[in-house]
């Protein structure tokens, strides 16, 4: 069992910045791949990026790449997103997820445990 909360949202001008983290209790968060996620109001929740186990390849959505970077500290337990150069069409929900699969998955089933989200909404 994994429980995952995620911090750091916000409101943000565009062309700001924002980095979130996600908190994961339990001792085996390293054994996760660890996703990012975002839902917009009216849309369905979608891929922003994920990371491997042991942080040696993250992938992420052509929406938010060379914008957004994770990183994780397996041994404080967390995953992060730093974004950088925020668009309105940014403003989300964002979610961070655990999966115990050994790829990373870009699909939401994929993923086994869920934080509730924190709020980024980007003005223009």
């Known amino acids: 069992q994994v429980q995952l909360v995620e911090s750091g949202g916000g409101l943000v001008q565009a062309g700001g910045s924002l980095r979130l983290s996600c908190a994961a209790s339990?001792?085996?968060?390293?054994?996760?791949?660890m996703g990012w996620f975002r839902q917009a109001p009216g849309k369905e929740r979608e891929f922003v990026g994920g990371?491997?186990?042991?942080?040696?390849?993250?992938i992420y959505a052509d929406s938010v790449k060379g914008r957004f970077t994770i990183s994780r500290d397996n041994a404080k337990n967390a995953v992060y997103l730093q974004m950088n150069s925020l668009k309105p069409e940014d403003t989300a929900v964002y979610y961070c997820?655990?999966?115990?699969?050994?790829?990373?998955?870009?699909?939401?089933?994929?993923?086994?445990?869920w934080g509730q989200g924190t709020q980024v909404t980007v003005s223009s």
């Open positions: 997820a655990a999966s115990g699969s050994i790829i990373v998955r870009t699909t939401t089933p994929a993923y086994d445990y």
């Open positions: 339990g001792r085996t968060f390293g054994s996760y791949v």
């Open positions: 990371i491997k186990r042991n942080g040696d390849r993250t």
